[in-house]
């Protein structure tokens, strides 16, 4: 009975801090305009998750139905924070953690399913080799179960600490450190529960494997509190953004700086945005009237810089980095459309006044909010 109450209210907890991360999301998404979609959905899902996981503790009737359903809903969860991270990292999934990542989550879904299902006793008639047999099956069916479901787990959170840890090798904030350490602390809970529950049969092992996410998820949920305008950080750097109009001409530019110094990033410093505009627009049209190319220009790229472009039929927006994301990537074309929509009439112009684009600077710092702004107005260099 102790037990059980302990696992209620570690199932409790979780699901509470899930859905108070999921409430931090929302604010961001709904106040800020600071939107990560497949995080805030994950959270939500979790919070169902774990109400189901407290049914389990407090009915009387199918509490093995409650439990292994919060298992695969909490599966789906961690697989969609795996796609957060891929996000935050790379324009499209790794391959190979991508590969490991879907066989682990679909391995725990259908061997959940295959162990509630699975008959949980045979009838006495039953020769003793067969019943042996039975049980030994019915242990691995379980063994593999769990084995999967915790390895997914470790994998993915590990993944998202390896993430952060690049990301602070970029920028050096302390905020993205303490987020790859209670990624890690999360790791850790399921590494625990698994080896002292499942592998050593300590009593109690279970719910402190439980315990040790908790107070992973706690690092993680007090960072938002103390910084409720921090979002996330790439795990690359990002040096400076551009826009310019239909016929080349550079409109606004601005650069990032580096979090923890306080400065530009050195990198850019002498980058002359009017030469560098000039020289897209030459590509582009080296590409569309000599080399008959139908499609605007999207990257160009070379060992350890990428410039990324997106092009409308008013202007185009491009941001130098050492590689897209997804996020990047998005943002890039939600300015783009932002400024087309703002400054459709200055635009059109074939003369342009960067004074009339000053106010774009809110636009920038709107689509990119994991980027630290040069300053609260446009470059007019």
């Known amino acids: 009975m102790f037990m059980a109450d302990i696992g209620t209210i570690i199932s409790g907890i979780i699901t509470g801090l899930f859905f108070l991360l999921f409430g931090l999301m929302l604010y961001q998404s709904l106040r800020k305009a600071r939107k990560a979609y497949v995080l805030t959905i994950s959270l939500f899902v979790g919070g169902i998750g774990g109400i189901l996981s407290v049914l389990q503790n407090v009915v009387s009737v199918g509490a093995q139905y409650y439990l292994y359903y ?3 809903i909490w599966s789906i969860v961690y697989f969609l924070i795996y796609i957060f991270f891929e996000e935050l990292d790379q324009a499209r999934p790794q391959r190979v953690r991508l590969v490991i990542a879907t066989v ?16 949980s006793e045979i009838g006495s008639t039953i020769p003793p080799p067969a019943k042996e047999l039975f ?6 069916l379980t063994n593999l179960s769990d084995l999967s479901y915790n390895a997914l787990g470790v994998f993915i959170f590990f993944v998202g600490a390896y993430v952060h840890l690049r990301s602070y090798r970029s ?13 890690i602390i999360i790791a850790a809970g399921f590494l625990v529960g698994y080896i002292g529950g499942d592998l050593v049969k300590a009593d109690g092992f279970l719910e402190y494997g439980d315990m040790v996410k908790i107070v992973g998820m706690l690092i993680f949920i007090i960072i938002y509190i103390i910084r409720i305008d921090f979002i996330y950080r790439l795990p690359v750097n990002v040096y400076f ?6 016929i080349g001409l550079n409109v606004l530019n601005i650069r990032t700086k580096n979090p923890t110094k306080g400065r530009i990033n050195e990198e850019t410093a002498i980058v002359n945005e009017t030469l560098l505009s000039s020289l897209i627009t030459a590509i582009s049209n080296l590409l569309s009237e000599s080399l008959g190319s139908k499609k605007p220009l999207q990257r160009i790229v070379s060992e350890d810089r990428t410039i990324v472009l997106d092009s409308g039929p008013l202007a185009t927006c491009a941001v130098l980095c050492e590689r897209p994301t997804f996020f990047l990537v998005r943002s890039l074309r939600n300015l783009r459309k932002a400024i087309e929509k703002t400054y459709k009439e200055e635009l059109s112009k074939p003369v342009v006044l960067k004074s009339n684009f000053k106010e774009a600077y809110s636009l920038i710092e709107e689509n990119f909010p994991f980027l630290i702004l040069e300053k609260g107005e446009i470059n007019e260099k």
Do not use: D, G
């Not at 920028?171 to 990624?183: F, G, K, P, R, Y």
């Not at 953004?241 to 239909?246: D, G, H, Q, T, V």
């Open 171 to 183: 920028n050096h904030e302390s905020i993205v450190l303490s987020q790859a350490i209670s990624l």
């Open 241 to 246: 953004i551009m826009a310019f109009n239909y």
């Open 104 to 119: 682990l989550f679909f391995t725990a879904i259908i061997f959940n399913q295959l162990v509630l299902y699975f008959p």
């Open 135 to 140: 049980e030994a099956f019915s242990s691995s």
């Open 70 to 72: 919060s298992l695969i």
